[in-house]
Nanobody
Framework: QVQLVESGGGLVQPGGSLRLSCAAS????????MGWYRQAPGKERELVAS????????NYADSVKGRFTLSRDNARNTIYLQMNSLNPEDTAVYYC??????????WGQGTLVTVSS
């Protein structure tokens, strides 16, 4: 089993920045991909960014390219999402995700990001 603990959400003004963190524990050796998803009110959950364990390949949603940066600290089994130039459309609950390919994904509890003046 993998446990994911997220932190870093909050209220920020348009144009501002936030950094989300997700620390994994448990069977972290089984993780192939980690990433962030988000779900806005009335919308489906969508991928924000992901990173592979082997090779560090990073994938971003088109809506966040150039504004968000995903990074990882392998020693701490932690990934970070630096979010810059935030706008109200980024308001959502952000969920950390860890996957061992071929198995159901693990999810964090979610952290709320609100972009509002």
């Amino acid at each position: 089993q993998v446990q994911l603990v997220e932190s870093g959400g909050g209220l920020v003004q348009p144009g501002g920045s936030l950094r989300l963190s997700c620390a994994a524990s448990g069977s972290t050796f089984s993780i192939d991909v980690m990433g962030w998803y988000r779900q806005a009110p009335g919308k489906e959950r969508e991928l924000v960014a992901s990173i592979t364990t082997n090779g560090g390949y990073i994938n971003y949603a088109d809506s966040v390219k150039g504004r968000f940066t995903l990074s990882r600290d392998n020693a701490r089994n932690t990934i970070y999402l630096q979010m810059n130039s935030l706008n109200p459309e980024d308001t959502a609950v952000y969920y950390c995700n860890a996957r061992h390919l071929g198995y159901p994904p693990h999810w964090g509890q979610g952290t709320l990001v609100t972009v509002s003046s």
